[in-house]
C-alpha cells in the first residue's frame, strides 16, 4: 500500500486563525487514486519543526505533499528550507519568471517588485511544477525514494497542480491499488441505534470491506469501503453487499448516493419539472444559500423571502397581523401562512419555512432558544413540525436548514406523515 | 514554553470526508491562555498510527489533546488502546453512567441499550470529565509529567469540556506566557504590496513581536502577536507597534478589531440606528447568511429579496422588464433597480444588490462566468461596480458577498467614490 503524508505549513493554520479546507481535499483526490492516508499535519513558520517533519514523515510515506508557506510575504521560509533540505541552491525558473510576469502585465494589470519576482526561484534539484492560476511555483522533489511535493497555500492554485500535474504524475510512478467508496444518507435514528441495527452485517463483512459511519448536522452518511487489485471486482463485491445494506436502512434512508439533501431534492425537482422556492426568518437566507450553491439549481429554485422582521413577513409574505401578536413569529400557523405566502409570492408548486430563535438571546419560558416552527407544503398540503435544538447559533441554523430539507424530501416523495 | 498537540482520530477526517473543525477551535483556545502549539495531526482509526502518534508527540509537547475516536460505534478503538497505553483497564464510571441514563431518560426520551451503557466505561488510570452535553466522558491521564487528554468528536461537547474543564486545569497544572495578539482587515490591495510598504515596520519589530499575513477571500487580516511575561506590559508594547500599523495602513483598513465584515457593518448599523436588507441573485441568500449568523442582527437586518429568476426581480423587486430584456439581468441598472426595489419592499435605509454568473455554466464571450454586478445604496445615492473572479462556483459567491459588504462598508463610511 503506498501512503501519503500531508503538511500543512503556516503559523495562522496551526493557530486556528484560519481554517484548513486544502488537506481534506486533497486527501479525497489521492484516496481515488489508491494512495493510503497515513496522517495530515500542521505545523507552524519554524524552521526545525517543518524540518523533523520531513524527516519523520519521509520515514513512514512513500508520498509527502506540502502546502503553504510560498507567499511573497516575510513570514514564509519554506522555499530556502526545502533548497536546503534537498541540498539545491536557489536559481530563477525561466517558466515560473514568464508566469509571474504575464499573471502582473495582463491579469493583475499592476506593476511588479522584487518581491514578485522572487517567486520565479526555485531550488535546482527540483521538478518545477508551473501555477496557471498563481504567482508561486510547486517543486518535486526526490530523495531516498521518496517523493516530496510542495504546492502554495492558495486553493485554487493548489488543486489546479494537483489535477494537471500531481495525480497524474502519481498515477505513473507507483502501481496503485483501487479502492471504491459507497455511500448512502440517513435521517431520523442515532448512530448507536443504527450500530445494532445493523451489527449482524458489519460484522459479517469480509476483511477488505470496511464501513464508516459519517455523522453529518443530524444525519448519518454510512460509507462502504472496498479496496484490492481489480477495480470491477471490488465494484461487484461492494454492489451487493451495499444492496444488503440499504435493505437494512431503508426506513431512515435518504438517498443512495454520496450527495448533500440539496444535491438529492434538485434531482427530483429536476425530474418532476417543478419549482421551490423559501420563505425564511431564522434561517436567515441560509436554506436558499444550500439550495443556490448547487450549480443549475436556476431549473427549479426561483427565490427566497427572507423575512427576518415581523413586517416583512406581513408585507410581502402576508401572514396575519392577528396571527402574528396572539400566537406570535415563532409558531405553527406562522410558518404554515409563511409557506401560503411564498407559494403566491414566488409562484413556486413547493415552499418551505422557518421561524425559530437561534439564540443565544431572544428565549424565554414557553419557546427557549433552540425552538423552530418548519413548514413545507404545496398548493394542496402544508405540514408543520416543532423543533428543539439545544446548540450554538451556527449549528443551530444548520440543523433547521438539514432538518428542512429533509421535511421537504420526505413531503415530495409523500412520506411527509411519519414526521421526524 | 509550554508546548501542545491536537491529535484528531478518525478515517473520517484523515481522509477529508469531514472538515475538521474542532483542532482550529482548540488552537484558538490553547493560544489565548498562553500554551505555544507544536503540531496538529489527523490520524486514521489505526491502532499502531495511534499509539505511535501518542509516543512522538508526547516527546516534544507537553500538552497532547486528543479529539474523536469515542463514539458509540464499532470504528471506534481509541478507549480500549488508551486503556493499554496508560497500562490500565476499563472499569464503569458511576458518574458517566448516571449522565448516559439521565440523557437517554430525559432529554432523548428513547431506551438505552448495551452500547449505550458501555460509554460509561472509562480506564482506571485516568480522571474522568463529565459531558455534560453528551452521552461520551473526557478523560485524562498523566505519564512521564506530560499530560493527554481525550475527548469526544462532536464540537459541543468538546467545546463544554474545553471551557469548563480542560483549560482552567492546564491553567492552574502550568506556568503559562502571555500571549497577546492585536489584528486588522485589510481589503483593496495586494498581499506583496503590502509586505513592501510596511517592510520597514516588519523589520524593526522586536524579537517578541510577530506580524502574520492573514489572506482571507480577497481581504487580508494582520495580525501582530507579542509573548512575553507581564501582560499589561506586552499590551502596552503591542498597543504602540499596532498604532503605527494602522497609520501606515489606514488607506485600506476595514476594521482595526480581529472580526469579520459583517461584523464591523452590524455595528456600524446599530450605532447609527439604521436598517439594511439585501436583493440577491448570484449570492443566493448568502449575504442574508452572513449578516445574520451574527446574533443580534435582527437589530438592523430587516430581510432579503433572493431574486433567483427574473419574474420575482420583476414582481417583487420592480425591475423593469425592458431593463432585463436588453440589458439583461446581469447589469449596471438592473443592480440599481434592484437596490430600489428592496429598499421599498423592505422598507430600510440601505440595500445591497448582487447579479452575476457564478458557473460553472451560464457564461458568455461578453458576460464570462464570474461577471458580477454589485449595487449598494439609499434613497439619496446607488453606487455600483462591475466585478470579475475566476474561481469555483462557491468561492466566486463567497468573493462577491465580501466584496458586497466591503462596497457598502465604504458607502455607510462616506468613503463610496474609491471603489475597489
Redesign the interface.
Known amino acids: 500500500m503506498i501512503q501519503a503524508s500531508i503538511i500543512t505549513i503556516g ?11 486544502n ?6 483526490e489521492l ?1 481515488k487514486i489508491g494512495v493510503w ?8 513558520d519554524t524552521w526545525t ?1 517543518i524540518w523533523n ?1 520531513l524527516d ?1 514523515e519521509s520515514s513512514g510515506a512513500e508520498i509527502i505533499l506540502i502546502t503553504g508557506g510560498l ?5 514564509d521560509i519554506t522555499k530556502p528550507l526545502l533548497c536546503e533540505y534537498f541540498g539545491g541552491k536557489l536559481i530563477v525558473d525561466d517558466g515560473a519568471l514568464a508566469n509571474v510576469k504575464n499573471i502582473f502585465q495582463n491579469i ?1 494589470k ?1 506593476p511588479m ?1 522584487e ?2 519576482l522572487k517567486q520565479a526561484e526555485v531550488p535546482d534539484v527540483c521538478t518545477v511544477i508551473q501555477n496557471r492560476r498563481g504567482t508561486a511555483p510547486g517543486m518535486w522533489f526526490e530523495k531516498n525514494g521518496r517523493i516530496f511535493v510542495s504546492m502554495p497555500g ?3 492554485e493548489m488543486k489546479g497542480m494537483m489535477t494537471n500535474d500531481v495525480l497524474p504524475a502519481l498515477q505513473k510512478r507507483f502501481v496503485l491499488p483501487s479502492i471504491v467508496h459507497k455511500t448512502l444518507l440517513v435521517a431520523g435514528i ?4 443504527l ?2 441495527h445493523i ?1 449482524a452485517f ?1 460484522t459479517a463483512l469480509p476483511h477488505h470491506i ?7 448536522y443530524g444525519m448519518l ?1 454510512l ?1 462502504l469501503t472496498a479496496t484490492g487489485s481489480n477495480e470491477k471486482i471490488l465494484n461487484d463485491e461492494l454492489t451487493i453487499q451495499f444492496n444488503d445494506l440499504k435493505n437494512l436502512v431503508s426506513e431512515w434512508m435518504v438517498i443512495d448516493e454520496d450527495v448533500t439533501i440539496q444535491e438529492a431534492i434538485g434531482k427530483m425537482l429536476k425530474q418532476k419539472n417543478q419549482t421551490i422556492g ?1 420563505a ?1 426568518s431564522c ?7 444550500l ?3 448547487i ?4 431549473d427549479y ?9 415581523n ?2 413577513k406581513e ?2 409574505l402576508h401572514v396575519n397581523e392577528e396571527t402574528l401578536s396572539s400566537n406570535g413569529a415563532v409558531s405553527e400557523e406562522t410558518v404554515k401562512q409563511m409557506v401560503q405566502g411564498a407559494l403566491i ?3 413556486t408548486d413547493y415552499a418551505i419555512a422557518t421561524s425559530g430563535i ?4 431572544g428565549g424565554s419560558e414557553a419557546k427557549p432558544v433552540g425552538t423552530v416552527w418548519i413548514a413545507v407544503g404545496n398548493r394542496e398540503k402544508i405540514i408543520a413540525l416543532k423543533f428543539w435544538f439545544r ?5 443551530n ?1 444548520e440543523l433547521t436548514a438539514t432538518n428542512a430539507l429533509n421535511m421537504f424530501r420526505k413531503f415530495i416523495s409523500g412520506k411527509h406523515d411519519s414526521g421526524n
Open positions: 503559523d495562522e493554520l496551526l493557530i486556528g486563525q484560519v481554517i484548513d479546507t488537506s481534506a481535499w486533497m486527501a479525497q484516496n492516508m497515513k496522517r495530515r499535519i500542521a505545523v507552524g519543526e517533519v519523520e507567499g511573497p510575504t516575510a513570514d493583475l499592476r517588485i518581491r514578485n492558495v486553493p485554487n442515532g448512530e448507536s441505534f450500530a445494532e451489527n458489519e470496511k464501513l464508516a459511519y459519517l455523522p453529518n452518511r460509507r423559501t425564511e434561517t436567515g437566507g441560509y436554506i436558499a444559500h439550495i443556490t450553491s450549480a443549475g439549481s436556476s429554485f426561483k427565490g427566497s423571502i427572507v423575512s427576518y422582521s413586517e416583512i408585507n410581502v409570492t414566488l409562484n437561534m439564540g443565544p438571546g446548540f450554538d447559533r451556527m449549528r441554523i
